[in-house]
């Protein structure tokens, strides 16, 4: 079910080019279909996203957007177990990104200069929240919570109907708690383009985030430049560094965990103990037959799982650099002292009773990370993903006048005379 790779310096370099390939897989087919998606919905509007839904989720609403009434509803009908869970959970992600927020900052001089940044919310966000049997009300909190916080003045949402032709109620009840400001009932690339281009229902928005389905991804990534977004995210993955302290029962829950996700999820672990090689697979075969998605996570597991013996803990650390996957698990004896050396990672669990659901519903940092090696450049969603930063500044005569023989010194080398011109004219005043 799942193989065993000894990192020799050829092993494992295979598998690892396995996986990237696996992130690059684009399909035409689908990027086609998404560009004539994108184009409709821009020349034709509400129109052609009722066309899509219809095509696509077979229902379509006489109205696009839910009714504020419906989505209060929602949460006075909920299952209080679960708005407690959410409100928890909730409290603890607000508290983690109130910690990001930055300030803008004002900066005068003794000679009159006046240097500065303001730092602001985006006006208006879209958020992609995926319905039906794939509802998670957990990545509401995890995008809702931080735009709020940057202080995005309008927060948009749209979500696939469901099989009945309404909207997922968790879905709602999770907007509702986090003060999303209205909900369409839309979903695929079509939604994705009502967000970008705006319709006559749907404002147009100044960025995109959320996950979704191939369809989904790949129109955010060709509306890029359009439209900001959040990241290009490829399928889900998990990576772990055990030494022969980690409990193999752990493990493979936590591979398995990340296999459900997706047919094309990694879920890989870097041990340098051979008995955990053999334990861990044992243990994987036994606790498979009781999961719901077991079809799904043997397929994951077959394809993109893996479990590679290691020499040494120096070269799980490099390979885990190498790799910068998207949740890194750290169950070695006193994980923390390697948080130092462990550079590329979206999110780093660290001890054996930190599985990586505590990152996904309720820990507090974000669970929207980077995948597919990203790691190495790119962040994980967080407070800063919802500001624009603007510099400003002011001079004084005087001021410029100091400054103008060294602009102008610039100006000359790099041929810009017009740029000279707009100092010397100030000049002969």
């Known amino acids: 079910m799942i193989r065993t790779v000894i990192a020799d310096g050829v092993q494992e370099k295979e598998f690892f080019e396995q996986m990237r390939r696996r992130s690059r897989q684009t399909r035409q087919d689908v990027a086609r279909a998404v560009e004539e998606i994108l184009e409709e919905v821009r020349l034709h ?5 009722r ?30 177990a679960f708005v407690s ?68 003045k309008e927060l948009i949402m749209v979500t696939p109907p469901g099989p009945d032709g309404k909207p997922n109620p968790d879905i709602l009840v999770a907007a509702a708690l986090c003060g999303v400001d ?33 369809y989904v991804a790949t129109a955010k990534r060709l509306l890029y430049g359009t439209v900001d977004i959040d990241m290009i995210a490829g399928p889900s993955e998990i990576l772990i560094l ?34 955990l090689v053999e334990q861990t697979a044992a243990q994987l075969a036994q606790q498979i037959q009781k999961l719901e998605r077991r079809a799904i996570s043997e397929e994951s597991l077959e394809h993109f799982g893996a479990i590679v013996l290691c020499r040494d803990e120096a070269q799980m650390v490099s390979l885990a650099n190498e790799l910068a996957p998207e949740h890194l698990e750290v169950q070695v004896r006193e994980p923390m002292r390697l948080l130092g050396v462990l550079d590329n990672a979206g999110s780093v669990f660290l001890g054996e009773y930190t599985p990586e659901p505590l990152g996904d519903y309720y820990a507090g940092p974000n669970h929207v990370l980077p995948t597919s ?32 023989p060294d602009i102008l010194t610039i100006a000359a080398r790099e041929g810009l005379s017009a740029h000279a011109n707009a100092v010397k004219v100030r000049l002969k005043e």
């Not at 009932?185 to 979704?212: F, H, N, Y």
């Not at 459900?260 to 008995?275: F, G, P």
């Not at 790119?378 to 410029?400: H, I, Q, W």
Request: charged residues 20%.
């Open 373 to 404: 090696g990203t790691a190495r450049f790119f962040s994980p969603l967080g407070v800063d993903s919802f500001v624009k930063r603007s510099a400003f500044l002011y001079y004084t005569r005087d001021a410029m006048a100091e400054a103008a």
């Open 45 to 49: 509007g509400d129109e052609a996203v």
């Open 242 to 275: 055990a030494d022969d302290t980690a409990n193999p029962v752990y493990l493979a829950a936590d591979l398995m965990g990340q296999a459900e996700h997706d047919r094309m999820a990694s879920a890989v672990l870097l041990t340098t103990s051979e008995r």
């Open 51 to 80: 066309r899509y839904t219809l095509q696509f989720d077979r229902r379509c609403p006489e109205q696009f957007e839910v009714d504020r009434e419906r989505i209060n509803d929602a949460l006075t009908e909920a299952d209080p």
């Open 85 to 152: 869970a959410l409100l928890n959970a909730q409290e603890k992600i607000a508290a983690f990104h109130q910690r990001q927020k930055t300030q803008g900052f004002i900066d005068p001089q003794p000679d009159g200069v006046i240097l500065g940044q303001r730092v602001r919310g985006l006006h208006r966000v879209g958020l992609y929240v995926p319905g039906g049997t794939a509802a998670y009300p957990s990545s509401v909190l995890m995008n809702a919570i931080p735009a709020k916080i940057a202080g995005v």
């Open 182 to 214: 209205r909900v369409f009932l839309m979903g695929g690339a079509q939604a994705v383009a009502a967000l970008a281009w705006g319709t006559e229902s749907v404002p147009r928005c100044d960025k995109i985030v959320g996950p979704g389905n191939v």
